[in-house]
């Protein structure tokens, strides 16, 4: 059954917001519809009326600004592939871009709409979680910013409420080194994630003074492993041998709660979380410039 919907070309972000508000649930806000087109034509989604966010200013690029990098809710994935070189963190993201979708794909779909479709397997949400990004909201009363960690609340599900919009993910850069690292393992090169992990490590005088360890598609949103976070947190980098990586990688088989579905079996899922976060690891530290693997 062919079902219509009303497009809406709304020319400011606060007039985007009030079209949401004015025409309620079944109006949605359109960044690349890589997923909401697929979502509608399947009927997962109703839409009365779509918005259009793509002719909105304020919402695109990818800019540097002192202590933090600023990604526009409608980058793409491309341009998050094109920004690899702006910092160390950004050549995580970017590398991170490019296992997903094709080329053709990542020209349309958003960085926000990664985020605020919240799919369990979205290659992004545990990088951003290891990379404690915020995200920049905008509704009716105002802008708010609520961590990624805080955003993600389930299948499908975010933190925003009914009329906001997602302006913006803002990656913090510290003082101190940080790298940061993505690992997968997918059914094909065009496939979402069975099963992900995501760590970024920052250090100062050759000691990591923070650890971040996020695990995807093995529970509803990302998941810290927070163990594991401690077991390199103030350790010296000459300290950190395989056998540390081994240590701080094991406790992620203690956190994940993966199931079993047509892509994968949830025992599969569950022994790869050490595997990737070991890899993950030894990636983000031989570019600190500690022991490799
Ligand atoms: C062939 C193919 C391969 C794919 N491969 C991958 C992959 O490898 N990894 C992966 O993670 N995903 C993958 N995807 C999923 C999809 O491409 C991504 O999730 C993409 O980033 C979604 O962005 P979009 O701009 O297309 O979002 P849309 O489809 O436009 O929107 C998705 C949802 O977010 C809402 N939304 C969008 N922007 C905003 C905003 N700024 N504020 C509030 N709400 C908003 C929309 O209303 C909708 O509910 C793939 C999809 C396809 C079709």
Redesign the pocket.
């Known amino acids: 059954m062919i079902r219509h919907f009303d497009y809406l070309r709304p020319d400011s972000i606060d007039a985007a917001v009030a079209m949401k508000a004015r025409h309620g649930e079944r109006a949605?806000?359109?960044?690349?519809?890589?997923?909401?087109?697929?979502q509608w034509r399947r009927g997962e989604v109703m839409i009365d009326h779509c918005i259009d966010?793509t002719r909105l200013s304020g919402?695109d690029g990818i800019e540097a600004l002192p202590g933090e990098i600023r990604i526009g809710?409608?980058a793409t994935?491309d341009d998050l592939d094109q920004a690899s070189s702006m910092h160390p963190v950004m050549q995580a993201l970017g590398d991170t871009a490019r296992?997903?979708?094709?080329k053709q794909?990542r020209t349309?779909?958003?960085?926000?709409?990664?985020m605020?479709?919240a799919?369990p397997?979205?290659?992004?949400s545990p990088l951003f979680v290891a990379l404690e990004a915020r995200c920049l909201i905008q509704g009716p009363s105002g802008r708010r910013e609520v961590p990624m960690e805080d955003f993600l609340t389930g299948v499908n599900r975010t933190a925003?409420g009914a009329e906001e919009?997602?302006c913006a993910i803002v990656v913090p850069i510290p003082q101190a080194r940080r790298e940061a690292s993505y690992r997968r393992v997918a059914r094909t090169v065009?496939?979402?994630?069975l099963v992900s992990a995501a760590v970024s490590l920052t250090a100062d005088g050759g000691t990591v003074t923070d650890a971040r360890i996020a695990l995807g598609s093995v529970a509803p949103v990302p998941v810290r492993v927070t163990e594991g976070e401690r077991v390199l947190a103030g350790r010296a980098l000459d300290d950190i041998d395989a056998a540390r990586l081994e240590e701080a990688a094991g406790h992620a088989a203690t956190v994940a709660r993966p199931i079993s579905d047509v892509r994968a079996g949830a025992g599969y899922r569950a022994r790869m979380c050490p595997v990737l976060v070991r890899r993950a690891l030894a990636d983000a530290l031989g570019r600190l410039g500690g022991d490799e693997e």
Do not use: K
């Open positions: 949605r806000y359109w960044a690349g519809g890589t997923d909401l087109m697929l966010l919402l809710a409608m994935l296992l997903m979708c094709t794909t349309l779909a958003t960085v926000g709409g990664n605020c479709n799919s397997g979205a290659d992004l925003l919009l997602l065009v496939d979402i994630a």
